[in-house]
């Protein structure tokens, strides 16, 4: 349902600081900026850090970008009007709390995935996917007796006598993901945003086209799992791309995390080590215009998909890499798998966040993920911008880790003034025989964007690989 803005909770005229700044780090235009304004809302993403202004910010430049790449497909001398509710950010940044699955109501963690006391301190773990689970028992040497309550018990008491450190290498040994809550070890600031524009391609700008939405007719392969990519590909899907999820048969995803971030999409499943499947992708990315990756650094390369050969082979291609820990300033980290929650207690985040009594405590949302999934999309948007002017293809990298450090260190408080925050009002009822029954709406705003997605997420791996 949309919301009437309320006229006393609108901050127009400007940009904040942080949108600024993600602008800049998108090579935003930055005379755009005065196409924003805001409707604040009142106890959104409470927390120390900045949370609220990161959400706002990530939101506000993709809701720019997409404006632009409207305005400029149409030929219009200016963008539409963006309007940033905070209301809307905050619901969408915990849109997997609002989910309802035929009613259900999915846990966000399975229960070995928390902050353990450590015999120095405290380790954080991720154990929602099966062979997580399997490897981190196995790591611990407990056996797995299927009962979560005594399970997380034996867990426990191994963990409190061992050094956090200790635990956090023995555990990524194995395959498992822990890590210890304390800053991980980083040699250099990460960017927010990398970008490798390519040449330019004859024939000059493409001519202007009546779309009704900015990423009509976009293709794009979405190779992501897990928050952060399957929000920007959502975000996609929403402003109109052909958007289509590949995964392998061997990583089922959970039909809740599916249901969440598959707003929009279709989904397909594809062995890239087999032949014929990878003959099919072959064929698909030729006539893609967006490939997206989760990837660790150099881990698509050993399918002989690497970006510089994928770029090589389509110079128009947009390829936009997402990571945990980044390529650059974490050592030998950015060869880890990681997730929001591991990076932000690697971060420090969770030590900044900690109760009274030292116990670490998670932000409010897994702003890390989503703030990183708009961004992402905001990304692909310029870069499509950028593509009719001059033709050139791009390289996108980002990483949550990059953007951990933009939280807590280049983004300042900037409260906005609104009424309480209601989170109802940017939740919707789906009466579908479909996987969704209730989840939140999308935040993007402008002038004329789409209020919700054109279906719910089709079940995982029942579509065919093709372009519609």
Do not use: C
């Not at 900026?33 to 604040?40: N, Q, R």
């Not at 450190?165 to 210890?180: H, P, S």
């Not at 392998?248 to 014929?276: F, N, Q, V």
């Not at 030729?286 to 090589?312: I, M, N, Q, W």
């Amino acid at each position: 349902m949309n919301v009437t803005p309320d006229p006393a909770a609108t901050t127009s005229g400007a940009a904040d600081a942080a949108t600024a700044d993600a602008w800049r780090a998108l090579e935003g235009p930055p005379e755009l900026l005065k196409l924003i304004s805001y409707e604040g809302a009142d106890g959104v993403l409470p927390s120390r850090l900045p949370v609220r202004e990161l959400a706002r910010a990530t939101v506000g430049v993709a809701s720019l970008a997409a404006a632009e790449l409207l305005a400029a497909r149409r030929g219009d001398p200016e963008p539409p009007a963006v309007t940033v509710k905070e209301g809307a950010v905050a619901t969408a940044f915990v849109s997997e709390r609002h989910l309802r699955v035929h009613g259900r109501h999915p846990a966000p963690f399975a229960p070995l995935s928390r902050f353990w006391p450590a015999a120095d301190g405290w380790v954080r773990t991720h154990a929602n996917y099966p062979h997580h689970r399997a490897r981190l028992l196995r790591a611990l040497g407990v056996e797995d007796i299927g009962d979560d309550d005594k399970l997380v018990a034996r867990v426990a008491n191994v963990l409190a006598g061992r050094p956090a450190e200790e635990t956090q290498e023995a555990v990524y040994a194995g395959g498992g993901l822990a890590v210890r809550v304390a800053p991980a070890p980083v040699s250099a600031p990460l960017p927010l945003v990398e970008i490798e524009r390519g040449a330019a391609a004859a024939g000059g700008a493409t001519p202007p086209d009546p779309v009704a939405l900015p990423a009509q007719g976009v293709r794009v392969l979405d190779l992501t799992r897990v928050i952060a990519g399957p929000v920007a590909t959502r975000t996609l899907a929403l402003l109109g791309a052909d958007v289509l999820r590949v995964d392998s048969p061997r990583l089922p995803e959970t039909p809740e995390a599916h249901a969440d971030t598959g707003m929009g999409k279709r989904s397909t499943l594809l062995d890239l080590t087999a032949a014929a499947d990878r003959a099919v992708f072959d064929e698909m990315l030729a006539s893609a215009d967006v490939l997206v990756t989760g990837y660790r650094p150099g881990a698509f390369d050993r399918l002989g998909l690497s970006a510089e050969y994928v770029r090589e082979r389509h110079p128009g291609l947009i390829v936009a890499q997402l990571s945990a820990w980044g390529r650059s300033g974490a050592g030998a980290w950015s060869e880890r798998r990681g997730f929001d929650s591991l990076v932000h207690a690697a971060a420090d985040i969770a030590a900044v966040e900690a109760a009274e009594d030292g116990t670490p405590v998670a932000l409010p949302a897994q702003a890390l993920d989503h703030g990183t999934g708009y961004l992402l999309a905001a990304a692909v948007l310029r870069s499509l911008t950028v593509r009719r002017a001059t033709g050139a293809g791009a390289r996108l990298r980002l990483s949550l880790a990059g953007t951990a450090q933009w939280l807590m260190h280049r983004i300042a408080p900037d409260p906005l003034p609104g009424p309480p925050y209601a989170p109802d009002q940017y939740v919707t009822e789906t009466p579908s025989p479909a996987l969704v029954s209730r989840h939140a709406l999308p935040p993007l705003h402008y002038d004329g964007a789409p209020a919700d997605w054109r279906h719910p997420a089709t079940p995982w791996g029942s579509d065919t690989a093709n372009w519609l």
